[in-house]
């Protein structure tokens, strides 16, 4: 067969059958499992009869299914095999239904889950309602799929370019399942191009796995890839794969069935929460996983391994956030990486290969210390990524976001150890001539040789952008992505005032009471004494309505403490106390001090109050005196530093010990941090520098000159290296290919808003008269 598309779109026409009774996106689901059947059919023809003999004297042994396949699979040189004396030809138009059900469970077991996966019988149910059953199976009939006149290989190409067929026709659903043929060539071609030599030796048998294998188009093209490549078509491909999707798993099984693939190695299920195939390792690997789905469902499996198992599980490295999964099968991927050994004459063997489509979020998301960072800093620091490729918008049947494609690699050849290539393709598309759901873009043939020779170039000075005559390619140390992120602090400044109206506000409860309270006491609080402060049984409705109305994020045991008494009585006590402080503390200070005027130094008051406190014997919690403080003091940028502790230790200012004078002794103190005051700087890496030279030297240029009672804390050091400051790592792509287009002059902006103004009053003018 010369022309599998040919062939694919005679099996397609089936189609025009099936229009008015199904819909256009159930076409693919009648057409695909009866392609399916007919190809099995004409590939155990020659082996039939000997099968229907051996069934015959095996199926009166009473064997357990496994060991009765095993027994008749030995009448045939296929893997699967059906006893049913029956083909679609003599199933016959009376009876047609319950002879093609019948014909279809007589299949071997993996052959028949295809079809039970497809939901065959529920659309030949449709098909005979529809009196189409017996027109289609005669359709197929007559349709010679047998391997003399079609190979595997071609018949893996006619059945692809059906599902190619269906992922058009299902339009806005086709993302879920489909990867675009452009995408898949681009990603295959990466993945592959640097083995190329390897592929034209006799006898070379390489695996090739997709965790979100979909309906196999990531598998099918690796293979095709190496045959093309490969003398007499010598070299063996194995495909392994696992889809979440029945209906795509079931593609995908059938797809592999008709290539000659074992289909056990395609597997049912969650990846990331059980991996059926986890004891086995790979030399390529390809991905489309979901964008931007989360793994609430399977969140407490993968905690538990990441916990339990650390680094000899999937997740040491880290985890994302719950709402983005894509990392997690990231990482799925890198501890499937085959393993690199020295073989029998020393040399260095072994390894695979890695490409995933991922968006935008991996590149960046989550600050130093979080577990993108980590995923990402592993990744970097391990040296597996090679090369991440920017795509064009609008690619995918059922987005439009940015999109990247990440090639990684446990092998890298010399040149690129420690090295980074980015190659930014926004650029490089055409339009299509019709959109397929969100896609509107296709890369071209000479789009993908671009993109790979790019890659294969692994040179910063060749191609450039055709839109802004910008390189295409930009070369990376991994460190580069790198940053050491310190935290910045500055001393809390306070001052403080104990005047009535200050003191007032301790007869409410802080947030979420204050605001309630504060409208229960005007409205009720006037009409109490000593015996019913605090009393509200009596106006209970009235105020469960207000709070209803005015103040409805009050949960109801909020709403019970806010009608209790205990709460205002405490609130009373302490307001009481804090009015026993303030007398004590005017005998202390002096009435202008802290009543009359204000004290911008925290310090010496807090001295004060502490000997208050022991005079009137007045006790106060870590709450309570919380609440007191922040009554009665205000951040002040004028007020003195409020010292923490007194240290042992000499000066380092910039690590926040200060030279200081307490009651006229010279003394070395770290001060209270101001929390709103709190910054954070990223600094580069620079492995050429030791740390403290880094962080130090930006300090003292970036930091120090701008706000000079500032200070590095040292306590915020890397769970890794123990240094100061934590490592993070983003891969800020867009940053780095950034064009700045100066802005338009003024003139010429003036002249358009004049041209406009034009027309508008011609079409006012033309309106009037």
Request: glycine share 6%; net charge negative.
């Amino acid at each position: 067969m010369k022309n599998f598309s040919q062939t694919a779109a005679f099996i397609w026409s089936v189609a025009d059958l099936l229009r008015g009774d199904f819909k256009q996106s159930q076409y693919g689901r009648v057409i695909l499992p009866f392609t399916l059947l007919r190809r099995l059919e004409c590939v155990l023809e020659s082996d039939k009869q000997a099968v229907l003999d051996t069934h015959t004297k095996v199926q009166g042994m009473n064997l357990p299914e496994a060991a009765y396949e095993k027994m008749v699979l030995r009448a045939t040189n296929q893997r699967f095999f059906n006893t049913s004396p029956m083909t679609l030809s003599k199933l016959g138009e009376s009876g047609i239904k319950d002879n093609l059900e019948n014909y279809v469970q007589c299949f071997s077991r993996d052959a028949r889950e295809i079809f039970e996966y497809f939901k065959f019988d529920e659309f030949v149910g449709l098909l005979s309602d529809a009196n189409l059953l017996y027109k289609v199976v005669q359709k197929f009939a007559n349709t010679d799929l047998s391997p003399e006149r079609i190979s595997n290989h071609e018949m893996g190409l006619v059945f692809e370019e059906l599902i190619r067929r269906f992922a058009e026709s299902a339009n806005d659903t086709a993302g879920e399942h489909f990867t675009p043929r452009d995408i898949v060539n681009l990603t295959t071609s990466l993945v592959f191009m640097e083995d190329d030599d390897v592929f034209t030796k006799e006898g070379i048998v390489r695996t090739i796995y997709d965790p979100t294998a979909g309906t196999g188009g990531f598998l099918s093209s690796g293979m095709e890839y190496v045959l093309e490549r490969s003398p007499n078509q010598s070299a063996v491909m194995r495909a392994y794969g696992q889809e979440l999707n029945p209906e795509s798993y079931a593609i995908c099984k059938a797809d592999m069935l008709i290539k000659g693939q074992e289909v056990n190695n395609i597997k049912l299920g969650n990846t990331l929460s059980n991996d059926q195939l986890y004891a086995d390792k790979f030399d390529y690997m390809l991905s489309n996983p979901p964008f931007g789905v989360d793994w609430k469902k399977v969140e407490g499996e993968i905690k538990d391994e990441h916990t339990l198992k650390g680094f000899d599980g999937r997740f040491g490295p880290g985890l994302p956030r719950v709402s983005d999964g894509s990392l997690l099968f990231l990482m799925h991927l890198i501890s499937k990486l085959r393993d690199r050994a020295p073989n029998q004459e020393g040399e260095i063997e072994g390894g695979g290969r890695i490409g995933i489509i991922l968006n935008g979020s991996p590149l960046f998301t989550g600050s130093a210390g979080s577990g993108e960072s980590e995923i990402r800093r592993y990744i970097l620091e391990a040296d597996l990524l090679e090369t991440i490729v920017a795509l064009p918008t609008d690619m995918f049947y059922n987005t439009g976001i940015a999109t990247y494609i990440w090639v990684l690699s446990n092998k890298k050849p010399t040149e690129r150890q420690g090295k980074v290539q980015l190659i930014n393709g926004v650029n490089l598309s055409s339009k299509m001539r019709k959109s397929l759901g969100s896609k509107r873009k296709y890369l071209t043939e000479d789009d993908i040789r671009t993109i790979t020779r790019e890659f294969g170039a692994f040179d910063d000075a060749c191609a450039t952008d055709p839109t802004s005559s910008q390189p295409l390619t930009k070369i990376f140390d991994t460190t580069d992505f790198g940053y050491r992120r310190i935290t910045i602090e500055r001393p809390l400044r306070l001052s403080v005032q104990m005047d009535d109206e200050r003191l007032a506000t301790l007869r409410f409860a802080p947030k979420p009471f204050n605001a309630p309270m504060q409208w229960i006491w005007e409205q009720f609080g006037q009409q109490w004494d000593s015996d019913s402060y605090g009393e509200l049984a009596a106006v209970e409705k009235e105020i469960r309505v207000e709070m209803k109305a005015s103040f409805s994020e009050l949960k109801e045991k909020q709403i019970k403490d806010l009608l209790s008494p205990k709460l205002w009585r405490d609130q009373k006590t302490l307001l009481d106390e804090a009015k026993t402080l303030r007398d004590q503390l005017v005998q202390q200070m002096g009435e202008g001090a802290i009543v009359s005027g204000q004290c911008d130094d925290f310090n010496p008051f807090d001295d004060e109050l502490k000997k208050a406190l022991k005079a009137t014997g007045i006790k106060l919690d870590a709450k309570q005196k919380k609440q007191l403080l922040d009554a009665i003091t205000w951040k002040n940028p004028e007020a003195e530093c409020v010292i923490k502790k007194v240290l042992k230790e000499t000066a380092q200012p910039k690590y926040g010990a200060f030279e200081a004078t307490i009651s006229g002794k010279h003394a070395v103190v770290e001060y209270q941090p101001d929390s709103d005051l709190r910054d954070y700087e990223n600094i580069p890496l620079d492995p050429s520098k030791r740390v403290e030279e880094l962080i130090e030297g930006y300090f003292d240029r970036e930091v120090a000159p701008h706000v000079p009672d500032a200070w590095i804390d040292a306590n915020k050091r890397d769970e890794k290296d123990g240094e100061i400051g934590i490592v993070g790592y983003e891969i800020p792509f867009n940053r780095h290919f950034y064009v700045y287009q100066l802005p338009r002059s003024l003139e010429e902006i003036d002249s358009d808003l004049d041209k406009v103004s034009r027309e508008i009053m011609d079409l006012l003018a033309e309106v009037h008269s």
